[in-house]
């Protein structure tokens, strides 16, 4: 399996676990679909759209784990831009309050391999 089949897997992953747990965001389910057609027609656009959504200005944040300044960028980001990965930036500015450590950690997990496979895929 190449590393952008594998981020693109990773992502759907993330979005199926986020829409499991959230299964009345719309939103959530709407990007799984976006990512999946997304992922059969052109994969390279869902890696292009990570890394300039969530990567370039998040990896940062997202490897020191920095909630309060992420939750800043996604209600930036979410007020002024709208794509297939805002669902996954809603969920620090909606749910992050209430959530557990436990589903904290996941997500922060899904982020940072999602990252690191970014990095990857695009070295």
């Known amino acids: 399996m190449s590393i952008l089949a594998a981020f693109c897997n990773q992502l759907i992953r993330f979005f199926e676990e986020l829409q499991s747990s959230y299964p009345e965001e719309k939103s959530i389910s709407m990007g799984l679909e976006a990512i ?10 869902v890696l292009d759209m990570f890394h300039e959504y969530i990567y370039t200005p998040a990896n940062d944040l997202i490897a020191t784990r920095n909630d309060e300044e992420l939750i800043k960028l996604a209600k930036i980001t979410m007020s002024t831009r709208f794509n297939e990965l805002m669902p996954a930036l809603m969920i620090f500015d909606k749910y992050w309050p209430t959530m557990s450590q436990t589903n904290r950690d996941v997500i922060w997990q899904y982020l940072e391999v999602l990252c690191k496979l970014c990095e990857k895929a695009r070295a």
């Not at 999946?36 to 656009?45: D, I």
């Open 36 to 45: 999946k057609a997304a992922k059969r027609s052109n994969p390279k656009l």
